[in-house]
């Protein structure tokens, strides 16, 4: 589809935040609203049109957006669902955008989170697949992809349920039955009977108790080793884990779903069950007179020390690590393309052209820059600077020596990549991790053309004990 076309005289497509084999996904903004806010757009399509395979489709799609839209006005960490239509044979579900960044961002391969960072993620999953199992719904295709974590609040978001993509398998079989030819689900966070079509409610559960050894253990499922008779997930002598989440988790993640947690509630249940609990506090005004001074004392004494390690240790540590909590994700790709076509600049300099918002004629808040050697930046600004979320794109001009790579998405800080981010050279070969003043500099992957991969810590653009450099 291409940007600016109008659907329904009301949602302009202003660029592409992805495609799959299920359809297309679009930023547009609605037309009739006020200040024209942003919304998402998904495309499905049917893998025929054949007349009794598009009424199936209809029904289907009538049924899952009615799913959306009670799933959507349960709770405010699923998307809402503003509209559902079909044209031209397609078929559109319009949803709420969310500003933010999915797990991929998070969950690094080749970094490992503790025991009380894994259970605060899972918690947080568990709460909001809690809504969908009371309503008997499956997700179907829970992975760090389809989880955002949103910007405004930093909660979970649930996104892309996996039912409405069986419209784009359907089809008619030998004896004119239409079926849907299709498994909807991903390789690694789907369980032995969801790939046999035999989906659970526990289903859902395999796939978080996956994200959560995922994340203990730095390894992508797919390289996950599984017990040739049991069928089992080996990971329990790969990370220091107490015995109580990994008992948790090998249950959430058992080949057998009869013996799993049925529901996401059960599940949450047995993680707060383990989480270890709050001693109760020993009350000042009890103590005899001396031991409130002693105790007083040490307070007084505890706190100063606490204020000196803040001003001269951890303050230069919590500047540094603030913006590396913040990333951002490709919806930022084509977010203002549409704006500047055919429009002048807000903004001319010399050497590049600004198209966004100004605050005291400098560029602030979201906008376009073009470079006189056709590079570009769309993201965020601050006092002119690119700062926040964004991604640059080298010139068009592959032959350009200036430029090595193709594109950074990510964090800025006053023009430098800082914080959470991607690069992909002109090789093929691509870091994604934590940057520093422009250099790759703390946890991050790098992977090469040929698809082997090496994580760990990275200094200055260099990866530690080894002769790998992010430099190119």
């Known amino acids: 589809m291409f940007i600016d076309t109008v659907l329904r005289k009301r949602y302009r497509i202003l660029g592409s935040l992805g495609g799959g084999a299920f359809g297309d996904t679009y930023l547009a903004e609605d037309l009739d609203l006020p200040n024209n806010p942003k919304c998402v757009v998904k495309q499905l399509r049917c893998k025929t049109f054949e007349p009794e395979v598009l009424i199936i489709a209809k029904r289907l799609f009538e049924s899952e957006a009615k799913v959306l839209y009670r799933l959507g006005n349960l709770s ?19 949803q709420e955008f969310v500003e933010g960044h999915n797990l991929t961002a998070e969950i690094i391969p080749g970094s490992q989170w503790s025991e ?16 969908v199992h009371q309503q008997n719904i ?18 979970i978001v649930m996104i892309d349920f996996g039912a409405v993509k069986e419209i784009k398998g359907l089809a008619t079989n030998i004896e004119g039955e239409v079926t849907s030819t299709i498994v909807i689900g991903s390789n690694g966070y789907m369980p032995n009977e969801q790939a046999n079509s035999k989906l659970k409610l526990c289903s859902d559960i395999y796939a978080v108790g996956v994200i959560g050894i995922q994340a203990l253990t730095g390894k992508l499922p797919r390289n996950f080793q599984e017990d040739p008779t049991s069928g089992e997930i080996i990971w329990r002598n790969q990370v220091n884990v107490s015995d109580r989440l990994a008992n948790v988790l090998s249950k959430m993640v058992l080949y057998n779903f009869s013996r799993r947690y049925q529901t996401a509630s059960e599940a949450l249940q047995a993680l707060s069950s383990i989480s270890p609990p709050l001693s109760k506090p020993t009350t000042l005004w009890k103590l005899p007179f001396r031991r409130k001074l002693l105790v007083a004392a040490g307070v007084g004494a505890g706190i100063f020390v606490m204020l000196v390690l803040a001003l001269f240790i951890l303050l230069p540590i919590r500047t540094s690590e603030k913006f590396n909590k913040v990333t951002c994700d490709a919806e930022l790709a084509s977010l203002y393309s549409s704006k500047f ?3 002048k600049p807000d903004k001319t300099y010399r050497d590049r052209k600004y198209y966004g918002t100004l605050d005291k004629n400098n560029p602030s808040g979201k906008g376009t820059m073009i470079f006189q050697d056709n590079s570009r930046y769309d993201g965020e600004f601050k006092n002119g600077k690119r700062h926040g979320c964004g991604k640059f794109l080298s010139p068009p001009d592959t032959s350009s020596s200036e430029y090595s790579y193709e594109y950074y998405i990510g964090n800025f800080v006053n023009d430098n990549f800082d ?6 050279w002109k090789d093929g070969g691509e870091y994604t991790g934590q940057f520093r003043n422009g250099k790759c500099e703390g946890k ?21 004990d080894s002769n790998i450099s992010c430099n190119r």
């Open 76 to 94: 405010n960490q699923i998307p809402k669902l503003f509209a559902h239509f079909e044209e031209n044979d397609e078929f559109y579900l319009v």
């Open 116 to 131: 009380g960072q894994v259970i605060k993620l899972l918690q947080e999953i568990l709460q909001v697949l809690t809504v």
């Open 138 to 155: 499956i997700h179907r295709d829970l992975k760090p992809q389809n989880l955002m974590r949103r910007r405004d609040d930093g909660k």
């Open 341 to 343: 076509i055919n429009r």
């Open 419 to 424: 914080g959470l981010g991607k690069i992909k």
């Open 444 to 464: 991050g992957t790098f992977k090469l053309a040929d698809g082997t991969s090496r994580s760990g810590v990275w200094k200055k653009g260099n990866l530690l």
